[in-house]
């Protein structure tokens, strides 16, 4: 976990957070966590930036020959965007649920649990960002658990993680980042 908090910037974020502790076997046996109920749009918004991933240099290679083309696969591509937001947005439960307030990065998640996390346990995580609707799956690795004021911090790193869901972190992360500085500029 400290060379983590070298490698990537931190941030504080609400985050609707559930966790089931898994074998190594089954973080083994599947890319990403099964163990949650989840509706078809959950994931849609990591898949889409998948595709995005995957098409990159294709666009690029378009823009060079053909800028007009590009252009409009681009104005294409943030409608699949809008409609895949508003979709996973509605498949997913947020009214029950209360956010947490985790310490994130693209490489791990620290939060606040009641109970104690036996180090080095795997986790299955469900995590869905509730000012966007962004939805999860990702194991994780238990690193840290210390006891607190009001029960234990539980740090834990991001295992089998896809480069479109890094992508995804990280953009969020930047837009946090934004949005903080936007705050602090017009305070002062």
Known sequence: ??????????IDHPVILEYRVVTESEVAGSPQPY????????????????IDNECQHLLYKVAESTPHLATYLQSLNKKIDLIGRTLSYSGIETESAQPYLVNLSEGGISFSEESPIELGS???????????????????RVQRCLA???GYDIG????????????????L????????????????
């Open 1 to 10: 976990m400290e060379q983590e908090r070298r490698q990537f910037y931190r």
């Open 35 to 50: 163990q949650f109920d989840v509706s078809p749009y959950f994931l849609l918004q990591s898949q889409l930036a998948e």
């Open 122 to 140: 795997y986790l299955a995580l469900k995590l869905i960002f509730p000012d966007n609707g962004l939805g999860l799956l990702l194991y994780a």
């Open 148 to 150: 607190a004021e009001s």
């Open 156 to 171: 834990v790193s991001f295992m089998k993680m896809s480069e479109s869901c890094r992508t995804l972190l990280a953009r």
């Open 173 to 188: 992360i930047i837009e946090a980042q934004a949005r903080e500085r936007k705050r602090q500029n017009d305070a002062g």
